[in-house]
């Protein structure tokens, strides 16, 4: 087992090194799909803040409170 995981070290890259090896025009595709997913991560953080936590308050005005 030892020397499988040695040979998987030694052979597989990293992803920075993957990175670095791609050609610029991929790199740019990759950029920008980061890019996008990082916007989107921080506009679902920014939509969380408003989700009402409290069944109580997610009731509309008019319901009855018990």
Not at 12 to 19: K, W
Request: glycine share 2%.
């Amino acid at each position: 087992m030892a020397v499988g995981y040695t040979l998987m070290k030694t052979t597989v890259p990293t992803p920075e090194q993957t990175y670095r090896e791609m050609a610029p025009d991929l790199r740019a595709k990759v950029d920008a799909n980061r890019r996008a997913r990082l916007a989107a991560e921080e506009l679902e953080k920014q939509q969380s803040k408003y989700v009402v936590k409290d069944a109580d308050e997610a009731k509309p005005v008019w319901a009855e409170k018990r």
